[in-house]
């Protein structure tokens, strides 16, 4: 392996250390323009974008987790998990290797998607948790932080596409998270079912979000030598 190549690797690992970091010690991270000035290079961009949406999918598994730990205790409530998300119709690569076939501004577009749709859900979420007997403030703050922290992504996502593929700006999907469930008058144990495969599909999307900017990093800010 060449100096250069090991360098990308290097910083890739770096990115990865950063964003555990940020979220072990409770630091947000950097803002994708910083007072308002956006003057921010391609690669310093993705930098950013890839470290906060790792920290966003590592909040969701954190929160997963927590939400297990306090609702989901037997066998016989797993059997009635819910497995569907209201994101599987929409037609997204499986591997890395899939996402390399995918034109980058088509997979940028395809991240906006995902980003944008889960606006509804984080909100119906952290409203949700709310109200459910012994909501652990833990898990509403986590969820409140996605929140604010997703705004900021899907920001960075967009200033990539107007600075790499201008033409490609306005191209994306609107998805509409169109499966969910209404939370009024249900038993606890709906909610919490419902609740716990909202978080789940949340997870699921921020890892595939996460795993195409990497991908897209590497192909467009480091011309694939990474």
């Not at 997204?92 to 980003?115: F, G, H, R, Y």
Request: proline share 4%; charged share 20%.
């Amino acid at each position: 392996m060449n100096s250069q190549g090991s360098a990308q690797k290097a910083g890739t690992l770096l990115l990865l250390l950063i964003s555990n970091l940020l979220f072990c010690q409770n630091v947000q991270p950097l803002p994708i323009c910083s007072a308002g000035d956006c003057q921010t290079s391609l690669r310093e961009l993705f930098d950013r974008v890839v470290i906060l949406s790792h920290y966003i999918h590592t909040l969701y598994t954190d929160m997963f987790i927590e939400f297990d730990k306090q609702y989901v205790q037997d066998r016989e409530f797993m059997v009635k998990v819910i497995n569907d998300c209201p994101t599987s119709s929409l037609a997204t690569p499986e591997d890395k290797e899939q996402a390399l076939k995918v034109p980058p501004e088509v997979l940028l577009n395809l991240i906006l998607s995902l980003v944008q749709s889960s606006s509804d859900p984080l909100f119906q979420l952290i409203t949700g948790v709310g109200g459910i007997q012994e909501a652990p403030e833990y898990i509403l703050s986590r969820a409140k932080e996605i929140e604010e922290q997703n705004k900021q992504l899907l920001e960075g996502v967009e200033k990539i596409i107007s600075q790499a593929y201008p033409e490609a700006k306005g191209n994306g999907i609107y998805f509409v998270w169109s499966q969910l469930p209404s939370l009024q008058g249900v038993d606890e144990e709906s909610k919490i079912l419902s609740l716990r495969n909202t978080i789940r599909c949340l997870r699921r999307d921020s890892h595939k979000v996460d795993n195409f900017l990497k991908v897209l990093r590497c192909q467009i800010a480091h011309q694939n030598n990474c």
